[in-house]
DNA sequence: GTAACGCTGTGAAACTTTTCACAAGGATTC
DNA sequence: GAATCCTTGTGAAAAGTTTCACAGCGTTAC
């Protein structure tokens, strides 16, 4: 009965399309219009949304604001989600930056960095940390995300201090494949393999 | 014939897993424990090594120099590829930080903005243009790639842009699904939706 | 020399994901 | 009211991906 990776990040994606058309004030949509957004195809997007027991109208396809909701129960938590950034370096500020105030249902609450010059400063409204205040202070917050971006060699490290924290997912971006325990789900943002991947492709 | 996008990630990760395998002195390696630091497993190693044509030794396993060597003549090109940045900012910055002289591969030789205050600086070395100059630059500096971090509402235009430039694979980081004509690929590299997976499954 | 071992390469099975195809059903037209 | 149209939801087929399982083989042990 659990639902996969990819259909979860397509139902993210459908929501975000859905908004879009809620803002240019469509009342309804058809599969085959959302899947031309989403470059897909309507029997997929159709597929995909069995998952929520919402069901369009054979005549008027799917109300906007009403799937918006569905995919929200489905999608997001009860209470606003709290994350952890640990690492507060080109990328970390990068995410600290685009992150805050943009989406409703996550904030960056809390960072976390080894540098002492950083700690104690507050970037984009985030409090910097110090390493050894992790479990502290995640616990403490309320913390039950993370989003890693140190370099790849303490990244493993990191993680484990995370665990011990009692954190229950964590978006990585260092370039390292990492260990996790039963009940953790990390998530491998790979850049360099994108771009690899991007490469490999574009040339055939 | 062709490689599937799954197989070519996981080739560019096992080379980066024997390139440190290397460093760390060993001369052979088995699929085994090759899958132990992909965390994946032996079967699924050796099932995508096959596409390499390169064959370890059933005693000794694969000797890491050669297989190294084998997976850079599949993924490589055979000269170093050059990538155009579109988007000076402040993930553009992180970008440029981080690839520049990393990997051997491939390099961001030039970058593009819209910003009049950002034209004509150097950010590690690499050059930023107006975009007025993209198709005249990227043909004479002869870029394939292109990396675009602009605003989500620029990025389709931008990607048009680089189309017309002769572009040939993007890695794209804005939240958009980008249309594309035939023989051009584009990696949705999407933060945004990898952090509400991690949030979904991270509470289950 | 030969037996035992533990690996690789790969057909075939198992599983997952996507696509097809169509019954059922509201809205609109006549 | 009946006919037409174009949609949804979903079983079933197709396509794609991973895992199993084992023949075959180089190495080592004796
Ligand atoms: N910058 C990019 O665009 C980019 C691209 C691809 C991958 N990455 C990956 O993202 C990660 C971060 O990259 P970056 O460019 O921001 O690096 P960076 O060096 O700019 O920043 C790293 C930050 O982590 C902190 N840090 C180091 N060790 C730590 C520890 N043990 N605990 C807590 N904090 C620690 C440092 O003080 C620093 O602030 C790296 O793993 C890198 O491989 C970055
Ligand atoms: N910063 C992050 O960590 C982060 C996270 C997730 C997604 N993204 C996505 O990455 C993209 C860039 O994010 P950012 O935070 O760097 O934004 P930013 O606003 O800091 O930078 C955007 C840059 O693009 C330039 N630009 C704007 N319009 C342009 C155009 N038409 N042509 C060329 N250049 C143009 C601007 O001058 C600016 O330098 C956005 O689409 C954003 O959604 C960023």
Request: net charge positive; with cysteine.
């Amino acid at each position: 009965m659990g639902v996969s990776e990819r259909v979860v990040g397509r139902l993210i994606l459908y929501r975000r399309l859905l908004k879009d058309l809620a803002d240019e004030g469509a009342g309804y949509v058809f599969s085959h219009e959302l899947a031309a957004r989403a470059k897909s195809t309507a029997a997929q997007v159709r597929r995909d949304l069995m998952v929520l027991g919402y069901m369009g109208s054979p005549a008027r396809g799917y109300a906007v604001r009403d799937l918006i909701a569905a995919l929200s129960v489905f999608l997001d938590a009860p209470e606003r989600q709290k994350v952890a950034l640990v690492g507060v370096g080109n990328l970390g500020r990068a995410l600290l930056a685009y992150f805050v105030g943009r989406h409703p249902q996550f904030t960056i609450a809390v960072a976390f960095d080894a540098d002492p010059q950083k700690v104690g400063r507050v970037v984009n409204g985030c409090p910097i940390h110090a390493m050894d205040s992790l479990g502290q202070v995640a616990r403490q917050e309320g913390i039950d995300l993370a989003i890693i971006a140190v370099p790849a060699p303490e990244a493993q490290a990191v993680a484990a201090e995370l665990y011990k924290a009692g954190i229950r997912g964590i978006l990585n971006f260092a370039p390292v494949r990492l260990w996790a325990p039963e009940g953790v789900y990390v998530e491998h943002l790979d850049m360099t393999m994108s771009l690899g991947r991007v490469a490999y492709f574009g040339r055939r």
